[in-house]
Each structure stands twice: as structure tokens, then as C-alpha cells.
């Protein structure tokens, strides 16, 4: 199975509600990153998380990390319309620029 | 800011055919990535090229190939395309640490 799996797969809620996905690995990790896609299109870049951190906050985007369980969560509060999308963990395994391994993604909507 | 360019957006091709799909790095970015996501499917790395050789190769088939030019450009090409190869092709470009992604290119096999 892949690093950086992720669950639940699908997740939806209403609007103004908080959301929370989770994402596990599976070997050492240099960071971790969430990434936002909206159908079909790119990947937008989130928030990075290091090795060394345990938590870490943008706007209303709120990352934990648990290296000990080698797992990581994404948390959404106040949810709109315009979150739907799908939500991906990348882990990067190495130091320095490297290839990034991707969990299979939360599909969030956020209904109104 | 520059961001990642790749060309072209969307690209239909028959069965069998070559596509050339193109990707210019943010200036200064020395790495450039390739990453394939099938439909519903997380990004899947394909070949990273540092400095105009290839760094790193992940599950890419052997009909396709890939380079970076002086200028850092890169290409990837596809041969004998299949219609499993239909996908969105992301290209990602970073210095040291941090990516940038392309917008990507939506390839469809037909």
C-alpha cells in the first residue's frame, strides 16, 4: 500500500461546520504537505509541516503531526462552499528537494 | 510571481500516437518533477531531473521518456500512447525545498 494514505476517502459536511481529514505514512519523513485540488484541476499548495513540528496554522487551516504514529491531520474550520475540493498528503522522505509521494486524497464537499 | 508553465493545457491524441508535453520551472529552480494522476487517482511520480540529469524515476513506462534542457525547460515524451495513458500530467519545479506545481496537462487517448 502507498505512503501517505488517507482517510476518510470521501468526507461531507455542512457549511460552517469543521472538518477534519487524516493522512498516515509509512517511512521517516523530512515534512509533510496538504495539497488542494479542485476537480480536475492543479494542485494548489496548503501548509507544510517539518519533521521537528508539531502543529501548525493558516487562516482557518490548523495541521497537526504525530511522528511518533507517523500520521497527520488536516483541520478546516468554519467550512464554506467554495472548501469542496479533494485534499492530499505528500510526504517527502528525504532532505533536500525530492520526489514527493502522495496519499490518495480526501474528497470534501461542503454543502450549503 | 513566475510560476510553473507547462504546455500544452489539454492534448488529444490516438492510440499509438507521440505526445511531447513541455514545462518551464520557475527561474532558478534547479529540479524539476513529473508526476501522472489517473483519473481519481493521487499523483504518482514519474522522473525528476537536478541540474539537466536525472535525479530520480518512479513508475514510468518505457514508452516514455523525458529530458531537461540548458535553459532548465523540460520535456516528457510519450510514445506508442495507450489509452491508459489518458491522465493529467502535473510538471513541479522547487529550489532546495518548497514545490511549485504547474497547472498541468490533461492528456486524453482516444
Known amino acids: 500500500s502507498q505512503q501517505g494514505e488517507e482517510d476518510p476517502q470521501a468526507l461531507s459536511i455542512q457549511e460552517g461546520e469543521n472538518a477534519t481529514m487524516n493522512c498516515s505514512y509509512k517511512t521517516s519523513i523530512n515534512n509533510l504537505q496538504w495539497y488542494r485540488q479542485n476537480s480536475g484541476r492543479g494542485l494548489v499548495h496548503l501548509i507544510l509541516i517539518r519533521s521537528n513540528e508539531r502543529e501548525k496554522h493558516s487562516g482557518r487551516l490548523r495541521v497537526t503531526l504525530d511522528t511518533s504514529k507517523k500520521s497527520s491531520s488536516l483541520l478546516i474550520t468554519a467550512s464554506r462552499a467554495a472548501d469542496t475540493a479533494s485534499y492530499f498528503c505528500?510526504?517527502?522522505?528525504?532532505?533536500?528537494?525530492?520526489?514527493?509521494?502522495f496519499g490518495q486524497g480526501t474528497r470534501l464537499t461542503i454543502n450549503p | 510571481a513566475a510560476g510553473v508553465i507547462q504546455s500544452p493545457r489539454h492534448l488529444i491524441k490516438e492510440k499509438r500516437e507521440t505526445a511531447t508535453l513541455k514545462c518551464y520551472p520557475i527561474p532558478r529552480h534547479d529540479t524539476v518533477y513529473w508526476y501522472q494522476q489517473g483519473p481519481g487517482q493521487d499523483p504518482q511520480f514519474l522522473i525528476s531531473?537536478?541540474?539537466?540529469?536525472?535525479?530520480d524515476k518512479g513508475s514510468i513506462p518505457d514508452r516514455f521518456s523525458a529530458q531537461q534542457f540548458s535553459d532548465y525547460h523540460s520535456e516528457l515524451n510519450m510514445s506508442s500512447l495507450e489509452l491508459g495513458d489518458s491522465a493529467l500530467y502535473f510538471c513541479?519545479?522547487?529550489?532546495?525545498?518548497?514545490?511549485?506545481f504547474g497547472s498541468g496537462t490533461r492528456l486524453t487517448v482516444v
Open positions: 513541479a519545479s522547487s529550489f532546495v525545498t518548497g514545490y511549485t
Open positions: 505528500a510526504t517527502d522522505e528525504g532532505s533536500g528537494a525530492q520526489k514527493l509521494v
Open positions: 531531473f537536478y541540474e539537466k540529469m536525472q535525479s
